[in-house]
Structure formats: structure tokens, C-alpha cells
């Protein structure tokens, strides 16, 4: 099975703090994701990373940035908390596109719980 | 652009109803694919099934199916005999190609609250 691991399931964190969030993924995978979900507005894309060291800036990468430095492991950082960055945090994982028989799922790891006080 | 409509926010139905969740999508590219994925409370996001845009067979798998509809660029899931786990979150999502990669675009979700 797939499986997408996020270091911490629940933060508190301080506003101006520097968070880091972890996400490591066991299956190889060459894409990465961090996405940030709040209630009305579903799911949406921070960035992603397609190898080590790439990366592309989503929909809302507004005060976030993004490290892989090996290709199993995606982190998010938030440089300096705000309010505004509560939120649920998800990263996930997938093959390129097909012809691989499971490119294109996107396997998602557990959330990050993050209030910024 | 691409786009992801789940047009019913909350749909709260009785044990064993039938309930169908629907989701139209907007995009320009002819090679895509679609998806749902149930968020359970616990948070996770779990995948159910995954649709490109070349195959236009509806699927069923046990108590669960799907309607996939170009021409009206619909993709709609329907639980048969619904149970109370069935509650949760359900997001419809559209998957297109930049660079080397892919990327998900989801829909608002909808919450399916199942009573006995």
C-alpha cells in the first residue's frame, strides 16, 4: 500500500514562528504536493514538486515555500506564521502521468492540523 | 482554466436511500482525468476511483458508481442503499498535465450525512 506520512498531526505554533512541515511518501513517487484545506473553499494547491529540487508554485504559494532535497521527502514552510495560515495542510504523492497503470492517482497522507495563535 | 463544481454543499439522506453526488467540471485540455476521494472525519483523503477523459464507461464497484457524461462534463457518483458510514466528505477532482507533472484541481466538496 501507499503510504504518505506527515510528521505532525496537530500544531500550534505562534504568530512570526517559522513552521516546518514534514511529508515523506515510501513508494517512490516522482510528484509531491502540499495542499491547504479550509471549510467552503476545498482543497488548493500550495506547491508541488515533480523531482528533487524542483518545484512549482501552485494556486495560493503566497508565504509558503517548499524544500526536496530527496525524492521521498516534501517539505512545506511557513517562513513566518500568520493567522490567516490556520488550516488543514495535506500532502500527497503520485507517479507521472500514465502509461504507468497508476499515474495520475494521487495518494494523500493523514493532514496537518496547524492553528497559528 | 480548469474548474471543479460540486454544486450541493450538504445532502443528508436516511439509511438505505439511494444518493447521488454530482460534479461537473470545466477544462480545456482533451486529455484529462477525473477522480473521487472520501474524507472520512479523520482527515484523510481516500481515493475511490479515477476516470480518463477517453473512457466513457459508467463503473460500479458494490454499493458504489459513477456517471461519466463529456457532453455534459459531468461526472457524478451514486451510493446505493446508503449507511451511516458512508458519512463524510466527498471531493470530485480534475487532474491536468504542467511541465512534468500533474495537478489536481478539486471541488468544494460535498459533506453526505447518512442517519439511521
Known amino acids: 500500500d501507499v503510504k504518505v506520512t506527515q510528521s505532525s498531526r496537530y500544531l500550534v505554533k505562534r504568530t512570526g514562528e517559522k513552521v516546518f512541515l514534514e511529508c515523506v511518501q515510501d513508494?517512490?513517487?516522482?510528484?509531491m504536493f502540499w495542499y491547504r484545506q479550509d471549510p467552503g473553499l476545498g482543497l488548493r494547491l500550495i506547491y508541488f514538486?515533480?523531482?528533487?529540487?524542483?518545484?512549482e508554485k501552485g494556486d495560493i504559494p503566497e508565504g509558503y515555500s517548499v524544500s526536496r532535497e530527496k525524492k521521498e521527502r516534501f517539505s512545506l514552510i511557513l517562513e513566518s506564521a500568520s493567522t490567516n495560515q490556520t488550516s488543514m495542510y495535506l500532502c500527497a504523492s503520485s507517479l507521472p502521468p500514465p502509461p504507468s497503470p497508476s499515474g495520475n492517482t494521487i495518494y494523500f497522507g493523514e493532514g496537518s492540523w496547524l492553528t497559528v495563535v | 482554466a480548469q474548474k471543479v463544481t460540486q454544486a450541493q454543499t450538504e445532502i443528508s439522506v436516511v439509511e438505505k436511500e439511494d444518493v447521488t453526488l454530482d460534479c461537473v467540471y470545466e477544462t480545456r485540455d482533451t486529455t484529462y482525468y477525473l477522480f473521487w476521494y472520501k474524507q472520512p472525519p479523520s482527515g484523510e483523503l481516500v481515493f475511490l476511483i479515477r476516470?480518463?477523459?477517453?473512457?466513457?464507461q459508467n463503473e460500479i464497484s458494490g454499493r458504489y458508481s459513477w456517471n461519466f457524461q463529456k457532453s455534459t462534463s459531468s461526472f457524478n457518483f451514486t451510493i446505493t442503499a446508503s449507511q451511516v458510514v458512508d458519512s463524510a466528505v466527498y471531493f470530485c477532482?480534475?487532474?491536468?498535465?504542467?511541465?512534468?507533472?500533474?495537478?489536481?484541481?478539486f471541488g468544494t466538496g460535498t459533506q453526505l450525512k447518512v442517519e439511521l
Open positions: 476516470r480518463n477523459s477517453f473512457d466513457e
Open positions: 477532482a480534475l487532474t491536468f498535465f504542467t511541465g512534468g507533472g500533474n495537478k489536481l484541481t
Open positions: 513508494m517512490d513517487h516522482e510528484n
Open positions: 514538486s515533480y523531482d528533487v529540487k524542483m518545484k
